[in-house]
């Protein structure tokens, strides 16, 4: 089995990286298999991540960078990631909040389309983003 590493940048001042912590660190419990480092993101050698945002978390499979995604995740999240670094699939890199987000906006969008004359562009377009939070929202499940 090729070599799992999951990196962890964080800040001091990042409030979501404190509440992550005792997810990530109870995370590399579960998986013993799968090497979890944790990075300042103000660290020298950070910069060349192109780090934006924290928390930010990359799983790399054999050194090669498999997914990257940035801010709060759940348990059932971060151990979804991990299973599909293990299994080598694709892991979901949306949440059930980013689902329910496209959920709520493309119906808004429709709803807006439809009372809008209707506005069919509108419509149509609003039926892309919740199809999308729907199919968002079935692989999260």
Do not use: K, Q
């Not at 992550?20 to 660290?43: G, I, K, S």
């Not at 928390?55 to 940035?70: K, Q």
């Amino acid at each position: 089995m090729a070599p799992v590493e999951l990196l962890w940048i964080t800040a001091l001042n990042c409030s979501a990286c404190h509440a992550m912590r005792p997810h990530v660190v109870a995370l590399a419990a579960r998986h013993p298999d799968v090497r979890v480092t944790e990075l300042d993101a103000l660290d020298a050698g950070v910069a060349d991540l192109r780090i934006y945002a924290t928390p930010t978390l990359i799983g790399r499979v054999a050194g090669d960078e498999a997914f990257r995604v940035t801010g709060r995740r759940t348990d059932d999240e971060l151990d979804g990631l991990v299973r599909a670094l293990i299994e080598r699939g694709e892991p979901s890199v949306l949440g059930r909040g980013d689902a329910l987000i496209r959920l709520g906006g493309g119906g808004a969008v429709v709803a807006v389309g439809l009372a809008a004359g209707p506005a069919w562009p509108l419509v149509v377009f609003g039926a892309i983003i919740l199809s999308y939070g729907a199919f968002t929202m079935w692989r999260t499940i």
